[in-house]
């Protein structure tokens, strides 16, 4: 099935220690994005790219970088993680769509633990 | 800045209640998304309403855009254990960079047996 996929669904980094977190799409959706959701909270949208095309939220931490190699896949680099980046990432993406709006698609989410 | 406000913010229910969330704006969106979460799981689509006054129906789910597509509300007849998570809203714009989405604080729902 088309899907949004997310590896690892886990992952234990140490404070300070680089980590990448892995989106990839089978639905050929020319946009993607990454949130960033604390418990009990609403997902918090990080950035997101319109085909090559990268686009930062204002409030973005510079240590939160992104790349998209290819239409299918997106990383998030978190360079030097603190303990309040401890959250779920979630990749999601959606359809360019000629005036109108398309839904968004999400993976289900990468557990980052900083230690 | 638009703003979507979800209401209520927690909901404990017995099995088989009635239930109702809202989502309310001073803005107009082209769309309004619901979705579920579960814990430790990414966010799940269950409707699109794209059309002022639209109803859809999703078994015991049912979604209406309001008129003016600046609010939405999703009702559950006979609410199950199986009901229970996180529900979020969230508007949707088409801009330039994309289709951008608001979300709402999302409502975590409880149905006890």
């Known amino acids: 099935d088309a899907m949004v996929i997310q590896n690892p669904r886990y992952q234990v980094t140490q404070f300070g220690k680089p980590v990448t977190l892995s989106c990839s799409q089978t639905l050929n959706h020319n946009v993607m994005y990454w949130y960033q959701q604390k418990s009990s909270q609403a997902p918090k949208l990080l950035f997101h790219y319109y085909d090559k095309d990268f686009n930062n939220e204002a409030d973005t931490p510079d240590n939160f970088q992104s790349r998209r190699p290819n239409t299918s896949f997106c990383f998030l680099d978190i360079r030097s993680p603190g303990l309040g980046d401890a959250a779920m990432y979630l990749c999601a993406t959606s359809r360019e769509w000629q005036g109108g709006t398309d839904t968004q698609y999400f993976g289900p989410g990468t557990r980052l633990t900083v230690l | 800045t638009q703003l979507l406000e979800q209401s209520p913010q927690f909901l404990s229910i017995q099995e088989g209640e009635n239930l109702t969330v809202y989502c309310n704006s001073s803005?107009?969106?082209?769309?309004l998304q619901w979705y579920r979460q579960e814990p430790g799981e990414g966010p799940v689509l269950l409707v699109t309403?794209?059309?002022?006054?639209e109803v859809k129906k999703l078994k015991r789910l049912t979604f209406q855009f309001g008129d003016a597509r600046k609010d939405s509300s999703l009702h559950i007849t006979a609410a199950q254990t199986g009901d229970t998570g996180l529900y979020l809203c969230?508007?949707?714009?088409?801009?330039?960079?994309?289709?951008?989405?608001?979300f709402g604080g999302g409502t975590r729902l409880m149905v006890k047996p």
């Open positions: 309403v794209v059309t002022g006054g």
């Open positions: 803005s107009v969106f082209s769309s």
């Open positions: 969230a508007g949707g714009q088409w801009g330039n960079a994309g289709n951008m989405l608001t």
